[in-house]
């Protein structure tokens, strides 16, 4: 592993000469441009933030302003009565945490079976697994649909969750590639402890997988969270929608009130921004994993 | 396994007629002739190839030149590289909403920064071609996450060792990245090409939200399509058999991607 960036000094650019406080004047250059392009690449969600604090008035000047004027601070208290969100919310966590719970359980399990556990067929399981992860979702949607609606299911938030119970390939995969990195010996020793295989699993494997987790935490988080056509297939009635679904259903309405529009897209960014800026570190490591077989 | 039934149902669907008010009823390959002579689906066909060839190189050059910068040691690294990635990490509607704010003809950032060096409003919005491109563009800025996080994992693969032989040697930058650093990221390449060609294909949420697939079809993808038909009208045959053509496309690319990697790709062995 590399050492930590932190813990470095900033490296000299080649050909500098050793001027008493040239160091300081070249190693700013660098973080220059690196501040630069963050603004260039975050100036879409600057915009957004800027344009949620002006009246309507405002934000429709030509050319607009960056910073406006006088901060409209009230169009965060007052987007809570004008749009249902905080319904939009309790929604979308209502999907999203049994669904993460769900991958969880399911995918964690399942990737201990397939990394550790001996049964017929195994290999060509998996392969098969990973194969489902070429095709695309919206090719069983329809049939999908049409179970649920059968079922009666329809308009539910059951479609939308139990298919996470039900294992995902993704979970499964990191799962396995991160439980085949656990050295035998820990087993070998459960074993002759006289540990049943589920047992291992419970005492060892699972308290050991806290950083998977967490990037499996994330990455589900962000797919359910923000997930557009499941919601928008499923669920028939307003009342019920997820914070996209409705995101893109009241933008129909009041889409010419652009602060608004901005306010509520700020504030629908909020989870999973503070979510990823806490549980960055794991998502990186859970990228990697799963980049790294190719 | 919510997938195997799904898939076999999804292929016999393809063949059938079903409207859910009366039942299923067998009609062959009635739904896939349809479908070739259906010029709607032809246009979204072709939006959705436009799109990916679009995004893809944008998108892979983007990120792997934000990757080259994030990869040098320089402090606060890890709150750039978070910066870097906070655009994928919002919701794709949320984005597509404030992008769609950006390029309004009228009232958009975009026309008034424009207006202020002396440049006519641009209908970035209104027009079919420019609409794709104003698609497109967003795309590639949303998505840009994922790839650095692959592309850096792929460069810190690579032996310091190398790259000091070739300073060495007298090689310049361009010189190490084309001729060490390149190579060796080939297997990253590749990975990132066929991660980003499977949901590049499947685009739906920016041309649903952003453009409405308009103006004139001009945006409208395979998904958007497939959406309409099924859920729309109702009409699940033909919209299992767009389902099917869907998933056969990507199968058939990503196995052609597979079988040129093993010629292109070199491995560490």
Known sequence: ?294 | MFWVGPVIAAILLSFAEWTLSASPEWVGLRNYEGLSADPLFWTSLRNTTVYTLGVIPLQMVLSLLIALALNRKIRFRALFRTLYFLPTVTSIVAMALVWRALFDYRFGFLNGALGLIGVDAVPWLLEPGLAMFAVILMSAWQGIGFPIILWLAGLQSIPEEYLEAARVDGANAWARFRYVTLPLLAPTTFFILVISFISSFQVFEQTYVMTSGGPERGTYTLVNYIYEEAFTKFSMGPASAMGCVLAVIILCVTLIQLRLQRRWVHYET
């Open chain 1, 1 to 294: 592993m590399r050492p930590d960036a932190r813990r470095e000094p900033a490296k000299l650019q080649r050909g500098v000469g050793t001027v008493p406080g040239g160091h300081m004047l070249v190693s700013a250059t660098p973080y220059l441009l690196y501040v630069i392009v963050a603004l260039t690449i975050l100036a879409p969600l600057l915009y957004m933030l800027s344009t949620s604090l002006k009246t309507l008035l405002d934000s429709m000047k030509y050319p607009p302003d960056l910073i406006p004027d006088q901060p409209v601070w009230r169009n965060y208290v007052d987007v809570w009565s004008t749009i249902p969100l905080a319904q939009l919310f309790v929604n979308s966590v209502k999907v999203t945490g049994p669904s993460v719970i769900g991958t969880l359980v399911t995918c964690s399990l399942a990737g201990y079976a397939f990394a550790r556990l001996k049964f017929w067929g195994r290999d060509v399981l998996f392969v098969l697994l990973l194969a489902t992860l070429m095709i695309p979702y919206q090719v069983t949607l329809v049939p999908t649909f049409l179970f649920f609606n059968e079922a009666g299911l329809v308009n539910t938030y059951v479609p939308l969750i139990l298919p996470n119970w039900l294992a995902p390939a993704f979970g499964i995969f990191l799962m396995r590639q991160f439980f085949r990195t656990i050295p035998r010996e820990l087993e070998d020793a459960a074993k002759l402890d006289g540990c049943a295989p589920i047992g291992i699993y419970w005492h060892i494997f699972l308290p050991l997988s806290g950083p998977p987790m967490a990037a499996l935490v994330i990455f589900e988080f962000l797919r359910n969270w923000n997930n557009f056509l499941l919601p928008l297939v499923f669920l028939q009635e307003p009342e019920k929608m997820t914070l996209p679904v409705g995101l893109a259903w009241l933008s129909g309405q009041h889409f010419s009130n652009v602060p608004l529009m901005m306010t509520v897209t700020t504030i629908s960014s909020l989870p999973t921004i503070v979510l990823f800026v806490f549980l960055q570190k794991y998502f990186v490591k859970g990228v990697v994993l799963t980049g790294l077989r190719g």
